[in-house]
């Protein structure tokens, strides 16, 4: 089991920008893809990004594709949501998960631990 620590929520006017940090511990972390989802307000959890173990794939929903980025840095056992241009849709709870594989999908049932999310802010 992992444990998965989010970081790096607030309040931000459109076209600012955040960065989401979420920490990992009690598993090897290195090992696993890991990706980032988000909960609006009366909605449903959407898939947001992923990213392979290595860091060498990564993947987006097509809201956020060219505004957002996702990286990971295995030595601090930490992954990243670089959030710019953000936009008040874009407001939401996210939530860090990290995969049961190495391999980066989107797939909401291929990631088995979950962080208890951080609130993101965008007015307009």
């Known amino acids: 089991q992992v444990q998965l620590v989010e970081s790096g929520g607030g309040l931000v006017q459109a076209g600012g920008s955040l960065r989401l940090s979420c920490a990992a511990s009690g598993r090897t972390f290195s090992r696993y893809a890991m990706g980032w989802f988000r909960r609006a307000p009366g909605q449903g959890r959407e898939f947001v990004a992923a990213v392979s173990w290595s860091g060498g794939s990564t993947y987006y929903a097509n809201s956020v594709k060219g505004r957002f980025t996702i990286s990971r840095d295995n030595a601090k056992n930490t992954v990243y949501l670089q959030m710019n241009s953000l936009k008040p849709e874009d407001t939401a709870v996210y939530y860090c998960?990290?995969?049961?594989?190495?391999?980066?999908?989107?797939?909401?049932?291929?990631?088995?631990?979950w962080g208890q999310g951080t609130q993101v802010t965008v007015s307009s």
């Open positions: 998960a990290a995969s049961r594989s190495a391999i980066a999908t989107m797939n909401f049932a291929d990631f088995g631990s």
